[in-house]
């Protein structure tokens, strides 16, 4: 029980953070937004707007990574299968084997 409660507050945490940024910028666009000229409005919020695509990329890539790679995939589960062969050392029992003829 004291698990999911830490974990949910970790979440909870994880999810603030992503948003302070955005009700930081909305607060500074309704300040300063009647103090700006439209044309340079305009270009901040192009350039603001492509930095914060670019800030959420490597989110992006992390997220289809482990939907391509997780372990909920048949690509993910042969190379989970693999590492823990590697460790327990499966690799020189199946090259014994071979060498014996049994395989």
Known sequence: ??????????EWQE???LAAPALLGAAAGLLLG????????RGLA???GALG??????WLVGGIASKVNGPATERGARRRLERIRDAAGAH?????????GLI
């Not at 029980?1 to 970790?10: I, L, N, P, V």
């Not at 695509?53 to 490597?58: F, G, K, N, S, Y």
Request: net charge negative; charged share 30%.
């Open 53 to 58: 695509v670019a800030a959420l990329a490597p």
């Open 15 to 17: 999810t603030s953070a």
């Open 46 to 48: 192009l350039g603001l």
């Open 1 to 10: 029980m004291f698990e999911d409660t830490a974990g949910a507050s970790r």
């Open 34 to 41: 009647d103090l700006m000229h439209r044309g340079a409005r």
């Open 92 to 100: 020189e029992v199946e090259d014994e084997l071979r060498e014996q």
